[in-house]
C-alpha cells in the first residue's frame, strides 16, 4: 500500500504485542500536546471482520453497498468491501491529507521510514529505512535507540520530519 503524504512513520515488531499500539498512542497523545495532528493507519495482511454481523450496516454491506458508513455525533466508520487498491490509496492519502504525520501500524517490508521494535540485531535483518529502534537490550546500534515512552523519541521524530515544534504542555 502506498499512501501520499510525505511524513509516514511505520511502526513495526517480529511478533504480536511487543507494544506497537502502545507507542504508537503514547507518540500520538505526545505529538497532540505539542498542537499536532496525528493519523493512525493499522495495516493488516490478515483478514479481519470489519463489522459486527447483525448490524444494520453490515446487513447493508451483505446487501451491496459499498462503501457503508456509519456516521454519528461521535464520529464516523466506513467500510468498503472488494476495494481497488490504489482507489484506496487515493482515499486513504485524501484523509491523511491534513495531519502533520501519520502513524502506519505495519510490516517490516512496508516502504518508508521506521521504529522497530527489537531484542537483537537479528531482529533487524532485512528491515530498510530503520529510523530508529525500541529495546530494553540493544546499546551501540548504528540507529537511534529508545527505551519504550521515552520523552526524547518524540523530540527525535519532531526534528526528523521537521515538525511544527510547539513547545510541550
Given at each position: 500500500?502506498?499512501?501520499?503524504?510525505?511524513?509516514?512513520?511505520?511502526?513495526?515488531?517480529?511478533?504480536?504485542?511487543?507494544?506497537?499500539?502502545?507507542?504508537?498512542?503514547?507518540?500520538?497523545s505526545?505529538?497532540?500536546?505539542?498542537?499536532?495532528?496525528?493519523?493512525?493507519?493499522?495495516?493488516?495482511?490478515?483478514?479481519?471482520?470489519?463489522?459486527?454481523?447483525g448490524?444494520?450496516?453490515?446487513?447493508?454491506?451483505?446487501?451491496?453497498?459499498?462503501?457503508?458508513?456509519?456516521?454519528?455525533?461521535?464520529?464516523?466508520?466506513?467500510?468498503?468491501?472488494?476495494?481497488?487498491?490504489?482507489?484506496?490509496?487515493?482515499?486513504?492519502?485524501?484523509?491523511?491529507?491534513?495531519?502533520?504525520?501519520?502513524?502506519?501500524?505495519?510490516?517490516?517490508?512496508?516502504?518508508?521510514?521506521?521504529?522497530?521494535?527489537?531484542?537483537?540485531?537479528?531482529?533487524?535483518?532485512?528491515?530498510?529505512?530503520?529510523?530508529?529502534?525500541?529495546?530494553?537490550?540493544?546499546?551501540?546500534?548504528?540507529?537511534?535507540?529508545?527505551?519504550?515512552?521515552?520523552?526524547?523519541?518524540?523530540?527525535?521524530?519532531?526534528?526528523?520530519?521537521?515538525?511544527?515544534n510547539?513547545?510541550?504542555?
Amino acid at each position: 500500500m502506498k499512501i501520499k503524504h510525505n511524513k509516514l512513520l511505520h511502526v513495526i515488531g517480529n511478533k504480536s504485542n511487543v507494544g506497537k499500539t502502545t507507542l504508537s498512542e503514547f507518540i500520538t497523545s505526545e505529538m497532540k500536546k505539542r498542537g499536532l495532528t496525528v493519523g493512525f493507519l493499522k495495516h493488516s495482511l490478515h483478514n479481519h471482520p470489519l463489522d459486527k454481523p447483525g448490524t444494520d450496516s453490515f446487513r447493508l454491506q451483505q446487501a451491496g453497498a459499498s462503501p457503508s458508513i456509519f456516521y454519528t455525533p461521535a464520529g464516523m466508520a466506513i467500510v468498503k468491501k472488494n476495494h481497488d487498491q490504489k482507489q484506496s490509496e487515493e482515499f486513504i492519502s485524501h484523509i491523511f491529507a491534513d495531519c502533520d504525520l501519520v502513524l502506519i501500524e505495519s510490516n517490516r517490508s512496508a516502504d518508508g521510514q521506521k521504529i522497530v521494535f527489537a531484542e537483537s540485531e537479528s531482529d533487524l535483518e532485512g528491515i530498510k529505512n530503520i529510523l530508529a529502534i525500541i529495546s530494553t537490550t540493544l546499546k551501540n546500534t548504528q540507529h537511534p535507540t529508545f527505551s519504550h515512552g521515552n520523552e526524547k523519541l518524540i523530540n527525535f521524530i519532531v526534528e526528523k520530519f521537521e515538525l511544527k515544534n510547539l513547545p510541550s504542555v
